[in-house]
């Protein structure tokens, strides 16, 4: 894993470290001076909207045809596990339509095709994307306006504060990943060394986004700034693809990083199962810097295996402060 900091020059060849950014600002035509400009995204303060937007850059997918296809309108598709189906049904019935369906392989998808339904969500989301899949989106508009006379406005990035909306929130349900490290003699009975507990926060993404072809390391050191953390790269082999894929990594795990994350967490709470590893992350908290007894070191354990793939017992109370 190497370090990428302003000294290390990693595919820096390759990379295309500003072009979407430019493009997103360049490409930009909401300032013509049209009249009748549906641009609900510019007067309204909804966090749904900045959740969605974190939501659509992390899990989901803005799908336009090619070809003679072209004329149909985009959709949006959501992927997600089985376990998550409650949160994309309360999405569903806030924003009143889409189809939740599970493929044969276990997958569940919610996906939006009313091209009225995508723009609506479009309106929600414009002017609050942060990552190269706003080429998408404005790709999508200009589908809606060429097509369907939309007249939709391609907004520029947000650059606002990652602490002041609730985008963060839906890219974590999305991307992020909360855990509980045990070592030692915490870890294992059998080990003589001294136990130590660490609460992991951590985000990864591609190095390059899939879909547009454009780096990812200008917003994932975005977000690395905000939780003062170092980015890291990383080489990761998945079946999922053909060759190992490179991947940009961060890691939050001392107390100040900790801080950061709880207190941006109880203004903009998590919608996803990833709230109850969340919650249980927080526990964690307590067991930090001090020497366990034998009834806490039990504790942790059963916090710690109570969470991720090891989760058996699902809450959704939260969903009822669901952003609107």
Known sequence: MTYLDNHTKIYSNTLKLTSWKTKAFLNNSSFSGRNNLRNFSTITNSQLGYYLAGLIEGDGSIIL??????????????????????????????????????????????????????????????????????????????????????????????TSSLDSNAWLAGFIDADGHFSIKLTGCYGSDDSETRGRVQCVFSINQSEIHRTTGESNILFMTELANFFQVN??????????????????????????????????????????????????????????????????????????????????????????????
């Open 65 to 158: 045809r090619k070809g003679e296809q072209e004329s149909v309108s985009p959709k949006i598709v959501f992927t997600f596990s089985k376990s998550e189906i409650p949160l994309y049904e309360k999405l569903k019935e806030i924003l009143n339509t889409g189809v939740i369906y599970t493929e044969t392989t276990g997958v569940c998808r919610y996906s939006i095709t009313n091209w009225e339904a995508v723009t609506n969500v479009i309106n929600l989301i414009n002017g609050k994307f942060r990552t190269p899949k706003i080429l998408a989106l404005h790709k999508a508009i200009d589908n809606l306006n060429q097509w369907r006379k939309s007249n939709l406005l391609k907004l520029p990035l947000d």
């Open 231 to 324: 980015l890291n790269h990383k080489i990761s082999d998945s079946v999922l693809f053909k060759k190992p894929s490179k991947m940009l990594v961060f890691f939050a795990q001392s107390d100040r990083k900790h801080y950061i994350i709880t207190s941006y967490l109880s203004k903009f709470p998590l919608m996803s199962s990833k709230h109850l590893n969340y919650l249980s992350f927080f526990k964690g908290l307590n067991y930090l810097g001090k020497r366990l007894t034998t009834e806490e070191i039990i504790e942790i354990r059963n916090i710690k295996n109570s969470m991720n793939n090891k989760r058996s017992e699902y809450t959704w109370d939260h969903l009822d402060n669901f952003y609107h």
